[in-house]
């Protein structure tokens, strides 16, 4: 088949008179996809900010757009970093505009796919290796800041002219020179210099991204059509396209004194040791987790727990705790360069809670034992999905969940609706499955063995094991049994509802509730978990019903084994 039988995948490219480096362009180019290339109008001049300006003129660009769209390409790239960011910003924009004002259906500048590029890998500090005198450098950085992305470092040759006959190993000690601790990336600059057999040794000997002008315009060109760039170890070319990539985004939670724990919630950066969760939706695949767990690896981080969410028949979502000395930027930007083949979904990392180191089961029960005795369903419900906010609402039309899964719509256990919002991450069916199921255990009413009590003067009472929302009963007998002593007993604010169901539902303890045929409670005992070497016995009788041996019975079931009363 020939090339023109795939006319989208033509890509137009318009170089400066100079350019020298047209094989190693090419070697970024799947077949079929064809490359044509026109040069601008010889100008005898220096390679400095004028020849920049000049070559990057409207109607030189205008004429040459024109001239490489004979042959109907999808997408016409001007290849020259100078020529694309010499007027800034601004000026690139109004270059991409007369490209398409000739006539091209798309439009790449070398300037322009640098800052997707770095978009795409998450990048916004840069270390610069050009060729140019000090003011064009000062220009690039410019250009740069004007995108939000910092320049961290440079090193720059000083050539006026003949670039192309700039080596290999120039290029390599060039880079290693503009490298700094503080940049995720290094950009080689100028279309002109030969970069392809130099990338992927100096991004595994750097840990980072390698960038250069012919690389990023072949990626963005190609991902213009649909096409993605080829170079073997190259990080950017396995983000496959522009746009195809994982997003990652740093999201802090709000915690409560974090001084309380130094030693779990250090930042990395100060040496103590930080904690994170890391969440990623990654494809149902062999190999996929390998990537994750490697980035963790590269860090020095320990994974102190892990559980996958399902998704979607095609995808899960991993969940991990990680911790180690690291800070979040550079879990971030490690994570980042591992799953950028990983597609457009997002990444998450946050701030964990120490108390997640607790095995999810652990942790549900413990949050289960809470709702029940603190009577806050809500509340539980929130710690265990990790959510912003839980809230009530009534049963209604506008129940209806939206599509990104951020919100989370569960039928309350006290009639209408709990709904669960978390801006920093979609629900999984996981935790939708958790929830419901959470919330049915908080709900379930025991099976409560009773007894039977006979009286001397044969009236029978029943003992139960308290529920723990008998608090306003408990509250009634309490005062009854207090305002028969000689100084009327404590004032009745000097206990609380919290106070009461401590008495209900003891940890660790158990608490009889004692009542009449109709309900009446008449008498309780509770065995309250003490300081000292055994439980507290609490022991309350109604007036009307002492000296009926009623408080030596309780105290004896109280201290059988709690399983005989289960």
Not at 30 to 59: C, F, K, M, N
Not at 379 to 384: C, D, K, S, T
Not at 542 to 549: D, E, S, V
């Amino acid at each position: 088949m020939g090339d023109r039988e795939f006319p989208e995948a033509g890509i137009g490219v318009v170089v400066p008179y100079d350019f020298a480096q047209d094989r190693e362009m090419w070697r970024w180019v799947p077949a079929p996809t064809s490359l044509h290339v026109t040069r601008t109008p010889y100008a005898a001049t220096p390679a400095d900010a004028g020849q920049a300006l000049l070559i990057s003129a409207p109607e030189t660009v205008r004429q040459a757009v024109r001239d490489v769209l004979v042959p109907e390409p999808g997408v016409v790239a001007y290849s020259c970093t100078s020529g694309s960011f010499v007027a800034g910003a601004d000026g690139e924009r109004a270059l991409r505009g007369v490209i398409r004002d000739a006539g091209a259906p798309r439009a790449v500048t070398t300037a322009g796919a640098l800052v997707a590029a770095c978009a795409a890998l998450g990048v916004d500090r840069l270390a610069l290796a050009t060729p140019y005198v000090d003011d064009l450098t000062a220009k690039l950085e410019a250009f740069l800041a004007a995108h939000g992305i910092g320049t961290v470092a440079r090193y720059g040759l000083g050539l006026l002219g003949r670039i192309w006959d700039v080596r290999p190993d120039q290029v390599v000690r060039a880079v290693r020179a503009a490298d700094h601790p503080d940049a995720e990336a290094v950009f080689v600059s100028c279309t002109n210099l030969p970069t392809y057999d130099v990338i992927a040794g100096l991004e595994a000997e750097l840990g980072k991204p390698v960038l250069t002008a012919n690389q990023v315009t072949m990626w963005a060109a190609l991902g213009a059509v649909g096409r993605s760039a080829v170079g073997p170890g190259q990080a950017l070319v396995e983000c496959r396209a522009p746009g195809d990539r994982a997003v990652l985004r740093v999201v802090h939670e709000a915690t409560t004194d974090l001084a309380a724990v130094p030693s779990v919630r250090g930042s990395g950066d100060d040496g103590l040791p930080a904690l994170y969760k890391v969440r990623v939706r990654l494809p149902d695949e062999s190999g996929a987790l390998a990537r994750l767990t490697a980035a963790v690896a590269e860090v020095d981080g320990n994974i102190l727990a892990l559980s996958v969410h399902g998704r979607d028949s095609r995808s899960v979502v991993d969940e991990m705790l990680v911790g180690g000395r690291m800070s979040a930027a550079r879990l971030s930007r490690v994570i980042r360069r591992r799953l950028r083949s990983a597609g457009p979904d997002a990444v998450q990392v946050v701030v964990a809670d120490p108390h997640e180191l607790v095995d999810p089961p652990t942790r549900a029960l413990d949050l289960l034992t809470r709702s029940r005795t603190a009577g806050d369903v809500a509340r539980a419900l929130g710690e265990l999905l990790h959510a912003d906010e839980v809230e009530a609402g009534p049963d209604g039309p506008d129940g209806t969940e939206p599509a990104d899964g951020h919100v989370l719509v569960l039928p309350s256990p006290h009639g209408g609706r709990l709904i669960a919002r978390r801006a920093w991450a979609p629900f999984t069916v996981t935790e939708r499955a958790r929830a419901e199921a959470f919330l049915r255990a908080a709900t379930a009413q025991p099976v409560r063995a009773g007894h039977d009590v006979l009286l001397p003067g044969g009236e029978e009472l029943t003992a139960l094991p308290a529920a723990g929302d008998e608090t306003i009963e408990l509250d009634v007998l309490l005062r009854t049994c207090l305002a028969g002593l000689p100084d009327g007993g404590p004032a009745v604010d000097e206990w609380t509802a919290a106070d009461l169901r401590s008495v209900l539902a003891p940890p660790g303890g158990i608490c009889l509730l004692v009542r009449t045929a109709d309900g009446t409670l008449v008498a309780a005992g509770s065995l309250l978990d003490a300081e000292g070497p055994a439980p507290e016995p609490v022991v309350l009788v109604h007036p009307l019903y002492r000296g009926h041996g009623l408080a030596g019975w309780l105290r004896r079931r109280l201290g059988a084994p709690v399983t005989a009363w289960h």
